[in-house]
């Protein structure tokens, strides 16, 4: 094997190489790609977690469920006279 | 020798494949540096990672302002390639009509739309060609008013403006990181393990000695007050006098340019409620008994030419009874026994005059003139409450020391921060500033101030079943301009403590220019209105087993509670004009209508059978240990907790311990614990 041949198998070797490095730095660029929505996803997803809770805080505040309790449902605060702690009882109690 | 043509065209071309072997290697080799740098310049993107600011939370774990990402919504009019969707789009999440026509004109380069959004929310619109989201970080803000004004906001910038936010910005700021991107084309910059990064570092983690629970109930109390009686405005404090917590913090103004916590930088003349001090000073010096009598004269009384007067006219009166009826004739005697600078030694010994040291970047120092600025009148003004000016929380401050045995604590408002790693790196100690009086002292002054609400001026904060001390002060109001009285103003408080045997709290009470004047008919009904939702909540804002009321027979206080004060307004603290004034100012003003609401009906007894434990064992008291969950499936741990009366958060990743505070922490039940969602 000679001349054309040795140039034909250089050129394919290169060609192959060349073809590799290409492959390998698209997979990498689609990988990080998808890295980079998948870290937006993630942040979107925390924001979202974090508006949620916020909501539920805001929700079962005590500031706002004491009027929407009060109006809607008439209840109230109880003095302090009826509300009655009630004693723990002692290790034996009930044997 | 001859060369020939095609010799001639080798040599050349061999000149030329030299020339660009020798440029290349130049390159290369010589100017390897300089071509890296403008490569690296070309292909890659520097770009800033703003830190998260650190979280703000209450005592028992509770988010009070926390921070999220946002998206801002830019659109490149001439990427589009469906306007219409695209407008359908916009109008979906709220873009007005004037925004959506802008985006779509195509004789614009860039449209910068208004408004913030959730990057779920806007996922549709993001995915279109020619939208361009930025991502912004919002610090949400506490949900309510008094809280915003205590713990500040952050600009849109991210700068702390004023409170807490700004106090402890260093804490709370973080520090910004760096990364390098690789310019991908159009598929914008993407990150390269091989390209340098430098991670921000979340701000820390600031736990406070607030107690959300009770923040509301003292803000709706103030509220509910202010509409009611007419106020101009009012302050609550809240305070552990165990070790000087601030458990709640209410401010309101109807003034709208008043935006920060008024408690803590509007100094105010505290009238009769400063009466204690000076009656502590007395006992704890040996100059004055309990039960020794003084003449009042009828309620007039003339000194050094100026008359004072007593709303509770009595030809004698005790020294308890002094303090009981707020009589400004009996106080001005007694404290001619004390010296100028021992009088000046006594208020500025309870911290008057000299910022707390609270975490606040423009708290008041309030006002106490030294002994020389005197005139002839101070020393008799000083025992009433006026020529002097206190904030809200120096007074409760200084009632703390009463109620604990007589150290003046500093305040703490931060009671750890914590970092990224969620370790402590700051936990608020109790801190003695100095001893105010001896614990005799401090135990009798308790049972006096006891006598002012169960018989004095105070009845109004009476309750049925628990026994609550105070005093209640009226003070004429200082003009805006800060020349003389106001004519008809007066400002209205109440100090109390709860329990009056073994206080856990001591509740401040402020009202200024309320309808009904006397801090003992307006200010201590909004005492009493906190303290019953304290005591109805189940949330930890009272120590249960340091409330040891009566046995549940409580006694018929129905009477104490409302008719006493709505028939008339009883005993009153004394108003005095401070300087030249002639009688007793607070005359003809009308009796209060009490801050109360309407209360349900008297419901037939329950029985409970007490014979099986609630709780689980081991349980100290109302303190709890959380157990150990390390190993556990998150479901497994999360009831784990649960069944030893915890409540758990599920946090994101955790590398460090298995849950926050560690296994084997003593808690309160219902505390918050944090349990990392995936371990």
Do not use: C
């Not at chain 2, 028992?60 to 009019?77: C, F, K």
């Not at chain 2, 408004?115 to 549709?124: I, K, P, R, S």
């Not at chain 2, 106080?331 to 975490?359: C, E, K, N």
């Amino acid at each position: 094997m000679r001349g054309r041949s040795l140039v034909l198998l250089g050129l394919l070797a290169f060609v192959v190489v060349a073809a590799g490095v290409i492959w390998r730095r698209s997979v990498g660029v689609a990988q990080a790609r998808t890295l980079r929505e998948l870290r937006e996803t993630r942040g979107s997803l925390a924001a979202t977690e974090a508006a949620l809770e916020g909501a539920i805080r805001d929700a079962s505040s005590r500031a706002r469920l004491a009027r929407t309790v009060e109006e809607r449902l008439g209840m109230r605060i109880p003095p302090e006279s009826l509300v009655i702690r009630l004693p723990r009882p002692t290790p034996d109690a009930g044997r | 020798m001859r060369v020939s043509r095609t010799q001639g065209v080798h040599l050349v071309l061999v000149g030329f494949a030299l020339a660009l072997i020798a440029r290349s290697g130049w390159v290369q080799l010589r100017q390897r540096a300089r071509w890296q740098a403008e490569a690296r310049d070309q292909q890659t993107v520097e770009r800033a990672m703003p830190a998260v600011r650190g979280r703000i939370l209450d005592a028992s774990g509770v988010v009070l302002v926390d921070s999220r990402e946002l998206v801002r919504i830019d659109v490149a009019p001439t990427e589009i390639r469906d306007r219409a969707a695209l407008a359908a789009a916009l109008r979906r999440v709220g873009v007005l009509d004037a925004f959506v026509q802008r985006a779509t004109d195509l004789g614009r380069k860039w449209v910068e739309l208004p408004g913030q959004h959730l990057a779920t929310d806007v996922a549709d619109l993001l995915a279109m060609r020619g939208v361009h989201p930025r991502r912004v970080i919002e610090r949400v803000p506490p949900a309510t008013a008094g809280l915003r004004n205590l713990l500040g906001v952050v600009d849109r910038e991210g700068r702390a403006v004023g409170g807490v936010e700004a106090a402890l910005d260093g804490a709370l700021r973080g520090r910004d990181g760096r990364t390098v991107l690789v310019r991908a084309g159009r598929n914008g910059a993407l990150t390269s393990p091989e390209e340098r990064v430098e991670p921000p570092v979340p701000g820390r983690t600031v736990v406070l000695t607030l107690h959300q629970g009770l923040q509301d109930i003292a803000e709706r109390a103030l509220a509910d007050a202010i509409a009611a009686l007419g106020a101009r405005g009012g302050d609550v404090v809240v305070l552990d006098p165990r070790d000087g917590a601030i458990r709640a913090l209410a401010s309101r103004r109807a003034r709208p340019d008043a935006t920060g916590a008024t408690a803590l930088t509007e100094p105010y003349e505290p009238g009769s409620t400063l009466k204690p001090f000076v009656a502590a000073a007395l006992l704890d010096r040996g100059l004055a008994r309990v039960e020794e009598s003084i003449p009042t004269y009828n309620g007039r009384f003339t000194l050094n030419g100026r008359t004072i007067a007593d709303v509770h006219e009595a030809p004698s009166l005790t020294f308890a009874e002094v303090m009981q009826y707020s009589s400004n004739i009996g106080i001005v005697q007694f404290a001619q026994r004390l010296s100028p600078r021992d009088q000046y030694g006594v208020l500025r010994d309870a911290g008057f005059g000299m910022v707390t040291g609270v975490p606040y970047p423009s708290e008041s120092p309030g006002r106490l003139r030294p002994v020389p600025e005197w005139s002839l009148q101070s020393p008799a003004s000083l025992a009433m409450g006026y020529e002097i000016a206190v904030t809200p929380l120096q007074l409760a401050l200084a009632y703390g020391a009463i109620a604990n045995g007589g150290e003046l604590l500093e305040p703490q408002l931060v009671r750890e921060i914590r970092d990224a790693e969620d370790r402590v790196t700051f936990r608020a100690s109790r801190r003695v500033v100095r001893r105010l009086m001896s614990e005799a002292t401090a135990r009798t002054m308790r049972g006096l101030l006891r006598d002012v609400v169960e018989g004095g001026t105070a009845t109004a904060a009476d309750l049925a079943v628990y026994s609550l001390g105070g005093k209640s002060g009226t003070a004429r109001r200082t003009r805006d301009d800060g020349r003389g009285y106001e004519a008809g103003a007066y400002t209205a408080s109440f100090v109390g403590l709860f329990p009056a045997e073994e206080p856990q709290l001591v509740i401040l009470v402020k009202l200024d220019d309320p309808k009904g004047a006397y801090g003992g008919v307006t200010a201590a009904p909004v005492t009493k209105a906190v303290l019953a939702a304290a005591i109805a909540a189940r949330d930890g804002a009272l120590d249960p087993s340091g409330l040891r009321g009566p046995p549940p027979t409580p006694r018929p206080a129905g009477e104490a509670e409302a008719g006493k004060v709505a028939a008339s307004p009883g005993p009153v603290d004394g108003v005095v004009a401070p300087s030249g004034a002639t009688g007793p100012v607070g005359a003809g003003v009308p009796p209060a209508a009490p801050v109360r609401r309407s209360e349900p009906p008297e419901r037939p007894p329950v029985t409970f059978d007490l014979a099986r434990p609630s709780r689980p064992e081991g349980v100290v008291d109302s303190l709890r240990a959380v157990p150990d969950v390390t190993g556990l499936p998150t479901r497994a741990a999360v009831r784990v907790l649960h069944a030893a009366g915890f409540r758990v958060v599920l946090v994101g990743v955790g590398a460090g311990p298995s849950t926050s505070p560690a296994a084997g922490t003593l808690l309160p039940g219902g505390a918050l614990v944090r349990l990392p969602s995936a371990r």
